[in-house]
Nanobody, 119 residues
């Protein structure tokens, strides 16, 4: 059973930094895209940043220049370094992992980690 586990969330003051981690365990197949999403109260889940196994990245406009996504493919882990955090970054952050098994592709979600930016 594939498990996606996020960690690293917490309470931070505006302008501060946090580093989120997401590890995929018990995987069978090839991990392709690993993506961070977030969902604030009363809002839809939105993409934050994604990274392919080959290193191609994409970022949502609100986080460009402040957040950096990286991966350790050997550890099936993706990171999200978040700098210069703003109150509007407050949300539950979720990791989505795309896994290929033969010709089939599956997406797995973690349980989320809360990030709160407040003074």
């Amino acid at each position: 059973q594939v498990r996606i586990v996020e960690s690293g969330g917490g309470l931070v003051q505006p302008g501060g930094s946090l580093r989120l981690s997401c590890v995929a365990t018990e995987t069978i197949g090839t991990i392709n895209l690993m993506t961070w999403y977030r969902q604030a109260p009363g809002k839809q889940r939105e993409l934050v940043a994604g990274m392919t196994s080959g290193g191609t990245t994409n970022y949502a406009d609100p986080v460009k220049g402040r957040f950096t996504i990286s991966r350790d493919n050997a550890k099936n882990t993706v990171y999200l370094q978040m700098n210069r955090l703003k109150p509007e970054d407050t949300a539950v952050y979720y990791c989505n992992t795309e896994l290929s098994q033969g010709r089939d592709v599956y997406h797995y979600w973690g349980q989320g980690t809360q990030v709160t930016v407040s003074s």
